[in-house]
Structures are given as C-alpha cells and as structure tokens.
C-alpha cells in the first residue's frame, strides 16, 4: 500500500487528503470536526434516499414485467385495439351508404381508408392468436407425451398462416385451442379480398343543379296561325311522329313525377262497312265498239248511302273482249281505289261515329286494297274489291300524360295515359259561355260529368280564344276540304273516259289510305303540337337528371371479418379459462431454455435434418420436478397422442 494512503470499507486505496494546519485553536478544532459529523450524517440520508427510490422504480417494473408476462393484458389490449379498428370499419360504412363520392370530404378515398382500419384490426388479431396458439403447447405437453418435433410444429404455427396451415394438415398434434388458433390464421388471409368487396360504386340518377326539363302543354290557346296549321296537318301525313309533343331536355334523362294535363285534339274513326250495302247498277259505254269490233264497254255505278246527308258514289268500269280461236275471254278493269269526302260539323256523321262527342270536323273514307297488278283480272264486281267505309272525326280533349321521360334522349311513355272529350261550357240558352281574359273573349270546355272521375285534377277547364276557335275551325274545313275531298282510280287500263278523273295529292293518297285510322290520328297529333307551341302555351316543368357515382355497401362480405373478430375474442377467452392458476409462457422461447431434457440423449446433432429426424424418434413431456418444469422422455405407446 503506497505511503499516506488507507483502504476504504470495500478495500479501495484511497489517497490522503490534504492536511491541515499543524497548530489550531481547541474550539476550531471542535468546530471542524462537527461539520465533518454533519456533511457524513447527509450523505448516508441521501445514500438511503436514492436505495429507496431505486427500489421502488425496481418494484414497479417488477409490477409491471409480471402483470404484462404472467397474465394476458397485451393480449387483451390489441383484442381491444382491433374491435375499435372494427368499429372504425363499421361507422365509416354507415356514414358512407348510399353517399354519394363527390360528398366524401376525405383526401383518402372509402375504400383505402377501410383497408387501413381492416389491417390494423388483422394485425391486432393476430397477435391474440399467436400467444392462444403458443400457450396451447405448453397445455398440450402438460397433458400428456407428445413428440419433441411438436414444439417445432407450434412454434411456427405462432408464427403466421404457412406454420398454422401446416398445423391444420397434421392429425393429432393440436388441440380444440390450437386448432381453432391456426384455422383462424389460416382464414384472416382472406380478410383483405373481402374487405375490397365490401364497397361498390353504383351509378343512380339525380336531379341536375344546371338542368332543365320542360314539355309544352296549353291550357289557353290564345291564337291560331293558318298556315302553320295546314302545314302541321301535312307533315303530320307525309312525314307521322311517334310523338307530337314538344319538350327540352338538358341532360340525356329527364323525368316529370306529376301527370302533365294540356288541351289536346283527339280522332275517332268507326268502320261502317256491316252497315252499308251499296246499290249498284251496270249499264253499257260510255265506250262503243265500232262496226265489226268485238268487244264491249260498261259502267258499274255503286250507291253508298250512310245518312241522308253522307252519300257517295264508286264505280267500277270493265272492257270485255269476248273468246275467239282458242283464245279465252279477256277483260280490263278501271275502278275507284280511294274516296275521302270532307263532311260539315252540321251533318248527322259525328253522331254516327260518337254520339257523346262534339267534333269539329268529320270525314268519310272509302277504299280497296284489292291488288291492281293483277294478270288475267276477271270482270270485277263491288264485292270482288272488299272495301272498307271508315268514318273519322276530330274533337277538342284533356289529355294527361303520366311517368313521362326522356331516356338517353328520347322521349317515352309519351301516348296519353288519360283521354276524355271535352265540351263547350253553355248557358241557360244554350249559348256558350263566354269569359273575358286579357286576349279577348274565350270560351270555355269543360271535361264532361261522365269522365270527370277518371281524369287527374277533374276539375281543370280549359279556355280558347273565340276568334282562334274560328280560325281553327276554318281552318280545318278549308284544309279538309282540299286534302280529303279525293278520289283515285286504279286499274289495269287507264280509261280516259272514267266518270271521276283523279284529283289530290298523290303522296297524301299513297300514305294515308292503307290505313286511314292512323293517318287520322297523325292528323290530329300534329294539330295539337302545334296548338301546344302557340301564343298562351307553357311549359310543365319536370327533373332534369344527371348520373351520380355513389357508394353502396354490400354488408354481406362484412360477416366473414366480424366473424373472425368474434372467434379470436372467444378463443382468448376460452385460453385464459383453460390456463389459470397455471404457468402462462405463450410464445416465449425463454421458457424453453428453463425446463431441461432429461431421458433423451441426442446424440451429436450436426444439421437441421438431424435435430428434426431426433426430435420426430422422441415422445416427452412437461413434468413438474420441485420448483420446476423439464420435459422428461417417455417410451413411445400407440395410443399416446402425437
């Protein structure tokens, strides 16, 4: 020991401290060695301090390291993280349902953001499962001899979805736990596929902020234009629409929820050929044969008399040439094809084709569909060309159209739901009713008594200026007059000498008499479009539609990770029932260090293939031994389990 020192209480050299003074006062001395008792007697209070605090901080983590290791609240804490990670899922769908994307507010989109909640959920599950599993082994070698290679089997079953699969393939080796354990492993793979089924986008139709869905309706006809009128009555035969409605339509789809009720002209037409039996009479010419000529000439004159007042001739022509050298009889046929005669309001034809009906102008139609082409005609007679007798009319009508709409940008639903005549209101004289409005005097039609209950709002009336009521109706005898007063003759000859030469327009002829019934109802489609754009007509205002990505949730592929979520806190419950009272080392590789083999000699293991080929040759099992645990070997029996 080096000169002028002195070891401490641990046998530590300590050097001499500086020394003091050689001569010093009594009382300085006492004074010194005072503060010296005094600066020792704080050192050990504070030496005592730091012991205590230090040994608490100790105990806390000792606390801390036992509740956390020997008990199950890691576990229980991502169980927790993961249904709150679930019920993010949950909450978000519901927000999200039958929401439309453009009002999701979020920069991450629905679908990522329930990925993110699903893995953190999938993430904390599996570490419940994995400690179930890892705690299984210990019960599982408790329970009786296993092989060694079982450790090797639970361990990497632990460790995911390939060792928990190859756990499931091998019989005998787990239990309920463990194999409840793995299986939930094995099917969390599918968690993420079925979290990207859960949202679809769907397309649906709403109403556009920047469309606009209007179809012309009148309720006040205020005017009538002549010419526009005569021209909407012809293109209306030569060129029919499905639809004579107007409508303006923004967007590819528009729709009116509400009946749309508008002033209309309807038509009526009624087949009376039963009810005619024509009286016909031939007479020779007005073709004669000359001296020596052997053929002959006559004319066949058919009266038609449908009223009084609604009569009508046809006739039927024939040149005969009488058989000569072989050569049979030969004839040629000139007869009348088509007659359409224009009748006033006034006669007895509007009552024959609808007695509850006041029509504004009637027609009477004759025609034959007989085939004038063809060869070899014999002498024709009247019932030889079958014709039909159709008288048609028009009349003023409430029309209401219901679920009318514009898809893909036509019109649909477009024909008249409801159809009722209507009436000029009258008065006590008979007279009618006449209203002042700020165009002039109008007169009043009125839905009649009878058909008020079946037409929406049956209480609507309907005004039309008297000086345009006279201008339509004028309008509709002079256009009448000139387009259906026709006749046209057909034959295998053209005989100059026929008694009704051909008159009117042959395109009209050729569209309209094949069917008259329709042309009639294209005639009056086409005036009431043209009624429903004049001066005092307005537009029904409807929902102009636009597409919408929105978002539906299918909560059928929500069964499967609820499900698993379910399981996994029922299986760690299960677990901790199980193992209480008993040691929890889980997942733990430590615990494996602490419990010794005995009764197995190994041998020298110099690869992998050897330890395994060891470990599958040795049954043992968990043993308690004094204060211990060691896995102790067995001899191998055929009923002990794997």
Not at 222 to 229: E, H, P, Q, R, V
Not at 391 to 405: D, H
Request: hydrophobic residues 40%; contains cysteine; aromatic residues 8%.
């Amino acid at each position: 020991m080096a000169a002028g020192s002195e070891p401490n209480d641990k046998g530590i050299e300590v050097p001499p401290s500086h020394e003091a003074p050689a001569l010093l006062p009594a009382a300085t001395q006492s004074t010194t060695h005072s503060n010296t008792s005094a600066k020792a007697t704080g050192l050990r209070g504070f030496r005592m301090l730091q012991r205590t605090t230090s040994s608490s901080c100790k105990s806390l983590q000792e606390l801390h390291r036992i509740v956390l290791n020997r008990w199950w609240l890691w576990e229980l804490a991502s169980l927790a993280l993961s249904a709150l990670a679930m019920m993010g899922v949950v909450i978000t769908l519901i927000k999200i349902n039958d929401t439309a994307l453009t009002d999701w507010a979020f920069p991450i989109q629905p679908n990522s953001l329930i990925s993110v909640f699903m893995t953190v959920s999938k993430s904390a599950l599996l570490v419940a499962l994995a400690e179930c599993i890892g705690q299984s082994k210990w019960f599982e070698f408790r329970r009786g001899p296993r092989r060694l290679s079982s450790l090797q089997e639970f361990d990497e079953a632990s460790r995911g979805p390939w060792g928990s699969a190859q756990l499931l393939l091998s019989p005998g080796v787990a239990g309920w736990i463990a194999w409840a354990g793995a299986f939930l492993t094995v099917v969390s793979l599918a968690l993420d596929p079925f979290t990207q089924q859960i949202l679809a986008y769907l397309s649906r139709e709403v109403p556009s902020n920047s469309g606009f869905a209007q179809v012309m309706t009148t309720q006040f006809v205020k005017s009538i234009d002549k010419a526009t009128l005569q021209g909407a009555i012809l293109g209306s035969i030569y060129a029919p629409k499905q639809s004579y409605l107007t409508y303006n339509c923004t967007t590819s789809t528009c729709t009116w929820t509400r009946p749309v009720v508008s002033l209309g002209v309807c038509a009526a037409c009624r087949d009376l050929t039963s009810l005619t039996m024509p009286e016909c009479t031939t007479s020779p010419g007005p073709l004669f044969p000359s001296d020596g000529e052997e053929w002959n000439f006559s004319t066949t004159t058919c009266n038609y008399s449908i009223t009084p007042e609604t009569t009508f001739q046809v006739y039927i022509q024939t040149l005969t040439l009488p058989a000569a050298d072989g050569r049979p009889t030969e004839y040629a046929n000139q007869y009348t094809q088509l007659k359409v005669k224009n009748y006033h309001t006034r006669s007895d034809l509007g009552p024959l084709i609808n007695p509850n009906v006041t029509f504004a102008q009637t027609i009477l139609s004759y025609s034959t569909q007989f085939d004038k082409e063809i060869r070899h005609m014999p002498s024709l007679t009247i019932n030889d060309l079958a014709p039909e007798i159709l008288a048609c009319g028009v009349y003023f009508c409430a029309q209401s159209y219901t679920n009318l709409a514009v898809r893909n940008g036509s019109l649909t639903n477009f024909l008249p739901s409801t159809s009722v005549p209507l009436s000029y209101m009258v008065d006590n004289t008979g007279k009618p009713t006449l209203t002042q409005t700020d165009s002039g005097v109008a007169e009043i039609l009125a839905i009649n008594t009878t058909d008020s209950s079946i037409f929406p709002g049956n209480n609507t009336g309907f005004l039309i200026n008297q000086n345009a009521r006279f201008n339509l109706l004028g309008t509709l005898r002079e256009t009448f007059t000139a387009i259906f007063n026709l006749t046209q003759s057909s034959g295998n000859d053209a005989f100059s000498v026929f008694p009704e030469p051909n008159s009117g327009m042959d395109g009209l002829l050729k569209t309209a008499y094949k069917n008259m019934s329709a042309a009639f109802d294209h005639v009056a489609g086409g005036i009431t479009g043209q009624m429903r754009i004049t001066l005092g007509s307005e537009g029904a205002l409807g929902s102009a539609l636009a597409d919408e990505t929105f978002v539906r949730v299918r909560w059928g592929w929500m069964v499967l990770p609820l499900g698993v979520l379910g399981c996994t806190a029922g299986l760690l419950v299960g677990t901790i029932w199980r193992d209480r009272g008993r040691g929890v080392w889980k997942s733990n590789c430590l615990a494996l260090c602490m419990h010794p083999l005995k009764g197995c000699e190994g041998g020298q293991v110099a690869d992998l293939e050897g330890l395994d080929g060891f470990a599958r040759g040795v049954r043992v099992q968990l043993v308690e031994e004094g204060s211990g645990f060691a896995f102790v070997g067995v001899k191998e029996t055929a009923s002990a389990p794997k």
